[in-house]
């Protein structure tokens, strides 16, 4: 998506104090991860802070740490480093690193880099868009994906899929996540539930989240603004904002996904007004607010 004037202006502010805090010796080996209470841990994905990453990785993992979250959700800009050096800079900030979203073309041939990074989870985060308005589209992911998710499950990982919007657009009776969900082992391939697409889309997050308890794994978080309109492309970014903002009912929905055993939720705002640092404190402060 189109970044904002005022989102360019805060990524060439947040790459400036990210590299001053490590000029000033913030970014050491070792340093305390942090941890949630409650049997849920928080993340950032790093789609979330694609800009920052592209010049400088090691700040955009320490200022992860340093907004109080314990979790990077891992995104392809970070494959250019080999496996062994993102691991060090991941652990070097004092995050972990459960997940990590990869393309869905080649995705079987990602799997051993994904275990050598030490990743339970593999995640693909979308189809081609060639493949979003047809059954047979959908038919074609659920093949791949059942055999990646053998393939991981033999690695000692999960494969797991992300949801946007697009899979809940009508087609012939039915929807393309409804589809997937059919022709797919539940046992192979899991869940990482964005609610906020799950809300665009049209669904109640809280029934998906009953009714698919068996697959879910990961959460993805962003809250809606009021007023929001139904869709299926993918194109209100107008809509994203910091949680507790907006209009979905995040203590129930957590609270439901805890019951369920979901250990990791990771924030996951693709575009937001105010500066990325700001942005994920105000959204840090309102999950650390929650009693779940």
């Known amino acids: 998506m189109k970044a904002s004037k005022s989102t360019t202006h805060s990524r060439r502010s947040f790459v400036k104090a990210s590299l001053a805090a490590a000029a000033a010796g913030c970014i050491l080996r070792g340093r305390t991860v942090l941890a949630d209470v409650g049997g849920m841990t928080f993340g950032v994905q790093l789609f979330m802070l694609r800009g920052q990453a592209q010049t400088d990785l090691a700040g955009v993992f320490s200022a992860i740490h340093d907004a109080g979250f314990a979790q990077v959700e891992l995104y392809p800009i970070a494959y250019k480093y080999s496996a062994a050096e993102l691991r060090r800079m991941v652990q070097d900030a004092g995050l972990g690193a459960v997940s990590g979203h990869f393309d869905y073309v080649g995705l079987e041939g990602k799997l051993d880099f994904a275990r050598q990074l030490g990743l339970k989870y593999i995640v693909c985060p979308m189809l081609p868009n060639d493949q979003w308005t047809s059954l047979g589209g959908f038919g074609k992911a659920a093949d791949l994906f059942n055999r990646v998710g053998e393939q991981a499950r033999s690695r000692d990982m999960e494969f797991v899929f992300h949801n946007h919007d697009y899979e809940f657009r009508p087609i012939d009776g039915t929807n393309g996540f409804t589809h997937l969900m059919q022709h797919t082992d539940p046992t192979l391939v899991k869940l990482e539930l964005d609610v ?3 809300t665009q889309g049209g669904q109640d997050p809280m029934a998906i989240l009953k009714s698919h308890a068996d697959r879910i794994r ?5 809250d809606r603004a ?7 492309n993918m194109d209100p970014p107008q809509y ?3 949680l507790g903002r907006g209009t979905i009912d995040w203590p129930a929905l957590l609270a439901q996904a805890r019951a369920e055993g979901v250990k990791y939720a990771f924030l996951d705002q693709d575009d937001t007004q105010l500066p990325i640092p700001q942005s994920l404190k105000i959204s840090r402060a309102y999950l650390r607010n929650l009693h779940l």
Not at 218 to 222: D, G, P, Q, S, T
Not at 226 to 232: E, H, L, Q, V
């Open 196 to 198: 906020y697409w799950l």
């Open 240 to 242: 994203f904002t910091e």
């Open 226 to 232: 009021p007023g929001a309109s139904t869709s299926y």
């Open 218 to 222: 990961l959460i993805h978080l962003k």
